[in-house]
C-alpha cells in the first residue's frame, strides 16, 4: 500500500492531519521525514490552486501517493482578508498575538453577523499515476472580541464559534476536528483514496 507524503512544513497543521487520518492504515510522513524538503513559492489565486502547486512540487520527486494542504481565516468584513495570505499575514514571524489582537482592532464597534469569518481548506493530491484529486471544507463562525483558548494553532484564539460559545480554540481537537474545514477536507480526501 503506497505511503502518503504531506507537502507541509506546518507543524501545528501535520499534527491535526495525523490524528485526522490516524486510522487509514497508510504510513503518513511529513515532506521533511520523507527527506523531500524544498521551498515551494505558493503562487496560485486560490486556496486550491496552492495546493496543487505544493502537492505537485513534491510529486515531481516521489512515486508515493502526496496531498497538500492550503488553508486560511477569510474575514467577511475585511474582504475575506487575510484569505490564502492567511500564513503571510503582517509577516510570516509576528507572533498570533499581534495577529489576532489586529483582527480585534480592526473589527471594533462592527458587532453580530457582521463579525462573521470561515476557515477554508482545500487539500490536493497527486497519485502516483499523477492523476490529481481536490477536495475543499469550510467552518463558519465569527471574529471573536477577546482571545480566548489554549489549543489549536493561528488564528483558533480568535475564532468564535456561536454554537459553542467558544472559540476554536478552547474546544477539544476531537471536537474542532469533527466540524472544522481540514476535518472536512481531509475525510473527503480519504474516502477519495478509499477508491484508488
Ligand atoms: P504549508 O504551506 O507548509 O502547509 P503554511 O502555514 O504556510 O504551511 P498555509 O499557506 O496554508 O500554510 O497557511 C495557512 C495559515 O492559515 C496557517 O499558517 C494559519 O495561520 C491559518 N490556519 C489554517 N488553518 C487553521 C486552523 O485550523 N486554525 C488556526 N489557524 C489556521
Redesign the pocket.
Known amino acids: 500500500m503506497n505511503r502518503i507524503i504531506f507537502a507541509?512544513?506546518?507543524k501545528d497543521?501535520m499534527k491535526e492531519i495525523r490524528e485526522i487520518l490516524g486510522d487509514t492504515g497508510r504510513e503518513i510522513l511529513s515532506m521533511a521525514e520523507a527527506g523531500l524538503e524544498t521551498d515551494i513559492e505558493?503562487n496560485g489565486t486560490t486556496f486550491e490552486e496552492n495546493a496543487l502547486i505544493?502537492a505537485r512540487a513534491i510529486a515531481e520527486k516521489t512515486d508515493d501517493i502526496v496531498l497538500a494542504?492550503?488553508?486560511?481565516?477569510e474575514i467577511d468584513y475585511l474582504g475575506k482578508e487575510p484569505g490564502i495570505y492567511?500564513?503571510r499575514y503582517m509577516g510570516k514571524d509576528t507572533p498570533y498575538e499581534v495577529k489576532n489582537q489586529s483582527f480585534i482592532d480592526r473589527l471594533e464597534g462592527v458587532e453580530g453577523d457582521e463579525r462573521s469569518a470561515r476557515?477554508v481548506?482545500a487539500i490536493a493530491a497527486v497519485l502516483p499515476d499523477k492523476r490529481e484529486i481536490v477536495v475543499k471544507g469550510t467552518m463558519e463562525g465569527q471574529i471573536a472580541h477577546s482571545m480566548k483558548g489554549e489549543n489549536?494553532?493561528?488564528?483558533?484564539p480568535v475564532f468564535y464559534l456561536p454554537q459553542y460559545g467558544k472559540t476554536?480554540a478552547e474546544i477539544s481537537p476531537e471536537e474542532k476536528h469533527a466540524i472544522?474545514h481540514?476535518g472536512k477536507a481531509l475525510r473527503a480526501m480519504r474516502d477519495e483514496l478509499k477508491k484508488i
Open positions: 507541509t512544513g506546518n497543521k505558493e505544493k494542504d492550503d488553508s486560511g481565516l492567511s500564513s476557515f481548506c489549536g494553532f493561528g488564528y483558533d476554536s472544522s481540514r
